[in-house]
Every structure is written in structure tokens, then in C-alpha cells.
């Protein structure tokens, strides 16, 4: 069977990785001039930063993704290590609350916090716990997403601040204090963050390097973009590059699932309405990020919480001065349209802003700011939609719509990436493993 990947970023890879496992020889075709995506790493005065990969969660000894990457030789390519002190710190209205690296440790951290809610805790981590466990031995009982809301499991717990606390793992794949988010989700995250968030050596560039290194019948072709994928009522027939039209029995898009419906010839009307469908689901938002160096040693990942969330995540030591990524809200819109220079200054003006926001909530001694992106920045290493940080948003309703998106309307077309299971490394793997249940 003839094999296109559509996208050479990190859900490209493990697609390619993993179908190599089953004996194909695909071909990924990548619009820029290197693999990698949103995964990938840069250097700015010899400083490396991470576009959009930071840590990941599940690579603790025993858990999913740490004992997957070991049974194919991907860990003894990785070098990881742990976070210094406690994992994420978040600050509320001048209040302070630091999390530990542990599901226990956090549960018992609350638990004395928030007297009261002792009872529900117990039942809340329950359900988390059992929610997370994540196995690929029964065909698809790892992506069976329920249609539970975050904010109807929570819904015994009653202290504002102590949810406000628990909604702060949202952040990570949805909206800052989503009640609405798909609980089953926020279970795999929380918890595996929790128990196995590990930073690896060398950034996400590490990644891409691990997963090229294993790929032996892969043929890559970057600089070439897919303009159209062709198809009849039978199925997929070909895809349209620089080099013309070359058939194909089978394709996975790792594109977002709006950008590859573009793609597709919708005079059908079952297309047209499954293109329609996809089209109304809500997105996740996109950010504004600033690479910096700062004179403060953090340790952990800052979380400010106002009228919406900055963040600040730490990573390389650089002399005296620690290298960090500041995260904040921003609007895809607000860029889109301008000339050169009027996109220059604002987005100086807004890492302007950003920084001045930041001096008031933190000391953080002397901020040199290296360089900073757009949410364009972020759409165009993507293939997304708006620069949409984690795709389409996992709210408990869309999830439960959406989940059978990896199979799409036409026959031998597949979606995988972040839109289609979950963000992040576990959730692209996770992913990319769903689609290979259709090439057995």
C-alpha cells in the first residue's frame, strides 16, 4: 500500500515511526524546510528556545509513554530530567499555591488546605485516576472519550479557590478555568503531568532527531506543499504537489482538520456537511510568546492569574541568568492583513505590554527580551486554523462530536494530530496510534 503523510511535524513523525513498525515504507510531504513543526527548536544568541514544546507528561518509569518510547528504542535517544522543585506555581490575586510532582502529594496538599473538602477530593481523584489509565491491548478502548464535563465530575467540590486550583490543568489543552472541558482528557493529563512530566535534553528538536533516526523506509520531502487531495466516491486517489499529481492508496493529514477539508473536492453533499461539521467546532486559543533571559533563578512554571493567565516556563541556565518562555493571550486576528511594518510594531507594542504586565506581578531582576511570535508565527509552523495553540478545543461535548474524526468521509483519508485525540506528546502518539488500527 502506497502511503502519503500530509505535515512533517511531530504527529507526521510518530505516523511514519509507527508505520514503519508495520512493515510500510510512507512519504511525508512537509510545506517548510525541515520537519519538526511546533515541536521544533531555535537558537537565538546561542540560546536555544523551544517553539511550542516545553516538557511532556508520561515519561515517568511505568507510565504509557515512557514504556512505549522504551519497547521502541526512542528513550535510549532522549535524555530526560526532572523539574527542580514543585511543578507549576500559581498565583490567584496576590495568593500563592505551588503543586508537587505527585498525584499523592497534590491530593494531600489539598486535602490539608481545604479541610472541608477532604470527602470530595477523595472521590474527585478517584474518578481522575481511573479515568487516566490509558492501554492500547483492547482495539480503541484508549479513545472511547466520554461526554462528561470537567464541571459536572467537580461538581461536589465548593470552595472557589480550591476549583480554581483544579481548573488550572485546563490551561493545558483547552481555556484558562474551563468547567466545560472533557474531563476524561483532563484526567490523562493531570494525572500523567503529575506523576511522569520529564523536560528532555536538547528541546523538542531532541524529539524530531529520535523519531528521524528510527525512520528507515521513509522518503521526506520538505519545501513541498499538498495544494489538493484528489478523490472519488471510491476513495483517495492522489495528492497534488510541486511535482504534480502522484497517486496514492492511503492518506493521513496531520494538517488541522479545516485545512484539510480545504483540500478536498466538497460538490458531494455528504462532504459538504461533514466539511460544515468541522467547520463549527470551536477552537482552541492561540498565544503570544516571548523568549527571554532573566537575572531571577525559576524553578518551576509561573501561572498568573488575572482577568485571563500568563505564563512563564523556565528552561536552559545560561551563566547567572535562567532562559525563559512567556506565554499570554492573544488575538490571531490583530495580525492578519498588515503590511511589514505595521506587523513589526505591533507586535512590539504587544511584547511591550506583555512585559510591562509581567515586572508588576513578578520579580524578576533584569528581563532581555531575545525574540517573540505572533499567533501567525504559531499558524505558520502549524497548519492550523488562527493559530489555534491545541487545535480544536476539547470541550466534553466537541470531543464526544468529534471523536470520530481520525476516519474521516473519504474512504483511505485519515486524521491525526492534536485536533484529532488530544495535544501534546501524549496526545499525538495516542493519536497516531488510533490511525494505525486502519492499516493492520
Known sequence: MNIAIV?????????????????????????????GGVIDSFRRKKIMFDVGFHYSGSLAPKQFLYEEFKKYGLLDKLELYSYEGDFDTLYFDEEKFSIPNSSVEFKQKLQTYFESEKDALDIFFDKCYEASKITLKVKDDYTNIDSRSLGSVMSDIKDTKLRKILLHFTIFYAEVQYEDASFEIYAKIMINMLDGTRKIKGNGRAIVDALKSGLKNTTIKTRDEISQIIHDENGIQALKCKDGIIKYDAVISTLHPR?????????????????????ELKESPTF?????????????????????????????????????????????????????????????EECKYHISTLKKLYDFGE??????????????????????????????????????????????????????????????????????????
Open 367 to 440: 528581563i532581555e527580551v531575545i525574540d517573540c511570535s505572533t499567533p501567525l508565527t504559531k499558524q505558520h509552523y502549524s497548519n492550523g486554523h488562527e493559530g489555534s495553540a491545541y487545535g480544536i478545543l476539547c470541550s466534553a461535548k466537541q470531543k464526544s462530536l468529534s471523536m470520530v474524526m481520525p476516519k474521516t468521509r473519504v474512504e483511505n483519508l485519515y486524521l491525526a494530530g492534536e485536533s484529532a485525540l488530544a495535544p501534546g506528546l501524549l496526545g499525538c502518539y495516542l493519536g497516531a496510534q488510533k490511525v494505525m488500527n486502519y492499516f493492520e
Open 288 to 348: 503570544f510568546s516571548i523568549f527571554c533571559l532573566v537575572d531571577a533563578d525559576i524553578a518551576s512554571n509561573l501561572y498568573f492569574y488575572g482577568d485571563d493567565c500568563i505564563s512563564v516556563l523556565p528552561s536552559t541556565k545560561i551563566n547567572d541568568k535562567r532562559a525563559i518562555t512567556v506565554i499570554a493571550r492573544s488575538n490571531y486576528t490583530d495580525y492578519t492583513n498588515l503590511e511589514k511594518e505595521e506587523y513589526k510594531r505591533r507586535k512590539q
Open 7 to 35: 505535515g512533517g511535524g511531530l504527529s507526521g513523525l510518530l505516523c511514519a515511526f509507527l508505520l514503519e513498525k508495520k512493515g510500510y515504507s510512507p512519504t511525508i510531504y512537509e510545506k517548510l524546510p525541515k520537519t
Open 259 to 279: 485545512t484539510t477539508t480545504s483540500l478536498l473536492n466538497l460538490e458531494n453533499k455528504k462532504l459538504k456537511r461533514y466539511a460544515k461539521h468541522v467547520s
